[in-house]
T-cell receptor, first 117, second 112 residues
């Protein structure tokens, strides 16, 4: 159990394009989902925490108008990179945590590699 | 900000040997978690150890936690080539609303 599906796995697009990434918890309900960014050979950097039915909480330095997050249901959160530029190229990973249960791990998607030309 | 700090940063061992990885952190925690990441993939949860636990086992994995020293270790016994990956510790700090803070990671290479 505890499977998280992230789609797409790879995106290559032109500068100025907006890109949407989906994160779904397939077999459990997740009131909270997290979005991370990872640069090559580095650790994960938390971008934002996505709460179902409410506005996302962004980490310091992350532009909320640049990275739009929508968590419309207990199984789906989306990250939209608006007007993407080459510096937005990175590996984006989502994770989900079971609803209202303490001391639980996060379950991660397989990531989305975004390349902006 | 990075709280967990793993060492060593890279580890190369022969198949069959044991691998020990360490993690230190700075603040009070609810739990500490270890994850594995294969190249270009997402993270796979390995073990969660709560702040009131000292040791936990799962198959060939053994995790210890010393809250007085704010440190944890992950031991992989009888390593296999398939264990080659990056390993991260992550802390669920008290008051952090379940946000995880990841260390920089350890790259483990197991030679066949």
């Amino acid at each position: 159990g505890a499977v998280v599906s992230q789609h797409p796995s790879w995106v290559i697009c032109k500068s100025g394009t907006s890109v949407k990434i989906e994160c779904r918890s397939l077999d459990f309900q997740a009131t909270t989902m997290f979005w991370y960014r990872q640069f090559p050979k580095q650790s994960l950097m938390l971008m934002a925490t996505s709460n179902e039915g409410s506005k996302a909480t962004y980490e310091q330095g992350v532009e909320k108008d640049k990275f739009l997050i929508n968590h419309a249901s207990l199984t789906l959160s989306t990250l939209t990179v608006t007007s993407a530029h080459p510096e937005d190229s990175s590996f984006y990973i989502c994770s989900a945590r079971r609803a209202r249960v303490g001391n639980q791990p996060q379950h991660f998607g397989d990531g989305t590699r975004l390349s902006i030309l | 900000s990075q709280q967990g700090e793993e060492d060593p940063q890279a580890l190369s061992i022969q198949e069959g040997e044991n691998a020990t990885m360490n993690c230190s952190y700075k603040t009070s925690i609810n739990n500490l978690q270890w994850y594995r990441q294969n190249s270009g993939r997402g993270l796979v949860h390995l073990i969660l150890i709560r702040s009131n636990e000292r040791e936990k086992h799962s198959g060939r994995l053994r995790v210890t936690l010393d809250t007085s020293k704010k440190s944890s270790s992950l031991l992989i016994t009888a390593s296999r080539a398939a264990d080659t990956a990056s390993y991260f510790c992550a802390t669920d700090a008290k008051g952090a609303n379940s946000k995880l803070t990841f260390g920089k990671g350890i790259t483990l290479s197991v030679r066949p």
